[in-house]
């Protein structure tokens, strides 16, 4: 899609009103938390999550990897934070982010995502990451049948959901 320009006066109480052009295009809804940076000349809107660029959460999913030798992607709504299967930063393919999207529940299914370039087969575990913004992320572990990946999966993202202060 081609990029989107407007023209917009600031009301008395200094707000503005962003284009319906542009809130389908980025995906912004009536609710959603906006951060707001600027430097020098140029203001800047972008959507916010509690869970991007969280360092905390990030260090907590690597000590799970790590400790209890599991293969986990943790995913926003749109790409990889981090993982040890794919690349992070990689766009999340259109089904895995349909399933983000819809905060979906999995136990042990089997199948074949697409994150970027990497293409990762096998039995999955798959629960949301839910806080007052809604539906934020996924955390997804994979493993054979045999494994108890649904409860690694469940355990870390009940952790991420209170330490992004929900119960």
Same mark, same amino acid.
């Given at each position: ?12 109480? %200094? ?73 992070? %930063? ?12 819809? %905060? ?44 108890? %990946? ?18």
């Amino acid at each position: 899609m081609k990029d989107i320009n407007f023209i917009k006066n600031i009301d008395n109480l %200094g707000r503005i009103v962003i284009p319906m052009d542009i809130r389908r295009k980025l995906q912004i809804n009536t609710g959603d938390v906006l951060s707001i940076t600027c430097n020098d000349k140029d203001i800047m809107l972008t959507k916010y999550s509690s869970l991007d660029n969280n360092m905390k959460i990030i260090e907590m999913v690597k000590s799970f990897i790590e400790t209890l030798d599991i293969k986990v992607i943790l995913v926003n709504r749109e790409c990889v934070l981090y993982s040890n299967l794919v690349n992070i %930063g990689c766009k999340l393919g259109n089904d895995i982010k349909l399933l983000v999207k819809n %905060g979906n529940t999995i136990k042990s299914q089997s199948n074949e995502f697409i994150f970027g370039e990497n293409k990762v087969n096998g039995i999955y575990n798959m629960l949301p990451i839910v806080t007052n913004e809604g539906v934020i992320g996924s955390i997804i572990v994979f493993g054979d049948i045999n494994e108890k %990946g649904y409860e690694m999966c469940t355990l870390l993202a009940k952790i991420i959901m209170l330490e992004l202060n929900i119960s």
